[in-house]
């Protein structure tokens, strides 16, 4: 049946684009996909007809079903794919508004994903976010070069007028310069890159009453000589920073100039469970970035934590998934650095209490390490742990379910 409906919803989307010929922008990475491909949207949408992919549609049915309309989410799928396949011929007979342009992401869990999105969808712009040394997924893969193979496809098939827009702060992403015919734009904080990112900045407010509360980021955006400062309220970390400048990359093909673009980004949301601050019981704030976590963004989430100033501050971490033999030095080092950043760690999952021993084993006191096997478990011990002016970083990957722990600390849960 599942294999019918890929068939299926693979022929809509490829006679959907051969009809509208929309452009495509597609995004992948193994870090910042959707953070990237929100701030492209949130761009674009200011000067054109744009649809982007909804949550993290990004794989062999999400990816049609964006061409397909405006999908938000898959509710009783025996009512839902019905009418999507109604809908999407009713559009190939009779439709006449879609979307200039298209912003997808393109998942590679497993060798052949991008290949396969590639046979539904060409794009004229690819964005590379980042891969990493260890990338998420990477047990299925035979190694971190092999991940940054299947992601360079994307490059590969771009054509020569298109745009390859690369991270140049990550060596294999970077490599991928040589594998395109396409234009090169890049972004980053190297000071080699075109779009860079200056000053940037994980800012903190003083309360009145005493105590900090986590303010947001603040940068300067610089493209040809030109700066122009961007301020982003209740986000953090440099992968926001990283999504920004992929987008004002993107902008600029599109003719666009720096204060344009930063006007648009004055409307940036970023998605759900990405490093977002949330108010927490007990006068404590929580930073939600809970949905996905990999050896590359666990790091750069601690460093964001060491940057921001708090009474205390609390690490509610949990498994990285799909690291196959990479998995117990990955969880190590983050034990190891988990130790630097933190005054309480709480972990829930087997891999979890990899992360608290090492944290042990490089100075955090036992009295302040607390390891349980299920979310729900170390989501009850949070909240009798934490205190008035906590600092509170939740991030596991999305299989350990440590969303449900910010579910029972934000401020305003009822059970």
């Given at each position: ?69 405006p ?25 006449q508004?879609?979307p ?21 969808a ?9 891969v990493?040394?260890?990338p ?19 490059v ?14 990550d ?15 890049t ?62 990359a ?31 019981i ?37 498994d990285?998934?799909?690291l ?5 030095p ?15 760690l ?12 090492a ?6 006191h ?50």
């Amino acid at each position: 049946m599942i294999s019918l409906l890929r068939k299926l919803l693979r022929t809509l989307a490829v006679l959907t684009i051969r009809k509208f010929q929309p452009g495509i922008i597609a995004v992948t990475g193994t870090v910042g996909k959707t953070s990237a491909k929100e701030a492209i949207y949130t761009v674009l949408r200011s000067v054109r007809s744009v649809r982007a992919a909804s949550r993290s549609f990004n794989n062999e049915l999400g990816v049609p079903l964006t061409i397909l309309g405006p999908w938000t989410e898959i509710k009783n799928p025996l009512i839902f794919w019905p009418k999507v396949i109604v809908s999407s011929l009713w559009q190939l007979w009779f439709g006449q508004n879609y979307p200039e342009l298209l912003v997808l992401e393109y998942a590679a869990d497993r060798p052949g994903d991008i290949k396969y999105l590639l046979t539904i969808a060409r794009p004229q712009i690819a964005v590379m976010t980042a891969v990493g040394d260890i990338p998420v997924h990477i047990e299925f893969y035979a190694g971190p070069e092999h991940v940054a193979r299947e992601k360079a496809r994307l490059v590969e098939v771009l054509p020569i007028t298109g745009f390859a827009v690369l991270n140049s702060d990550d060596e294999m992403v970077w490599a991928m310069k040589e594998r395109t015919r396409a234009h090169i734009l890049t972004f980053g904080f190297n000071p080699t890159a075109e779009i860079k990112v200056v000053g940037f900045e994980n800012r903190s407010e003083e309360l009145a009453m005493g105590g900090w509360k986590p303010a947001g980021i603040l940068f300067k955006l610089e493209y040809g000589g030109s700066f122009v400062p961007v301020r982003l309220d209740g986000v953090f970390g440099k992968a926001q920073a990283y999504a920004i400048a992929a987008a004002a990359a993107v902008g600029t093909i599109f003719g666009m100039n720096l204060v344009r673009i930063a006007e648009a980004l004055q409307y940036y949301q970023a998605p759900p469970h990405r490093f977002k601050v949330l108010p927490g019981i007990k006068g404590t704030y929580i930073l939600d970035d809970s949905y996905n976590a990999s050896p590359l963004s666990m790091a750069g989430a601690f460093e964001t934590v060491r940057e921001l100033k708090a009474k205390r501050k609390v690490g509610v971490l949990g498994d990285m998934l799909e690291l196959g033999e990479y998995a117990i030095p990955a969880h190590e080092d983050a034990g190891k650095l988990a130790a630097k950043t933190f005054d309480l760690l709480i972990t829930a999952g087997t891999q979890g209490r990899l992360m608290a021993e090492a944290a042990q084993k490089h100075g955090l006191h036992k009295k302040q390490i607390f390891s349980y096997d299920t979310a729900e478990e170390a989501g009850v011990a949070t909240q009798s742990l934490i205190e008035k002016g906590d600092l509170i970083l939740v991030k596991a990957s999305r299989g350990i379910g440590l969303e449900k722990v910010v579910e029972e600390i934000k401020l305003g849960y009822r059970v």
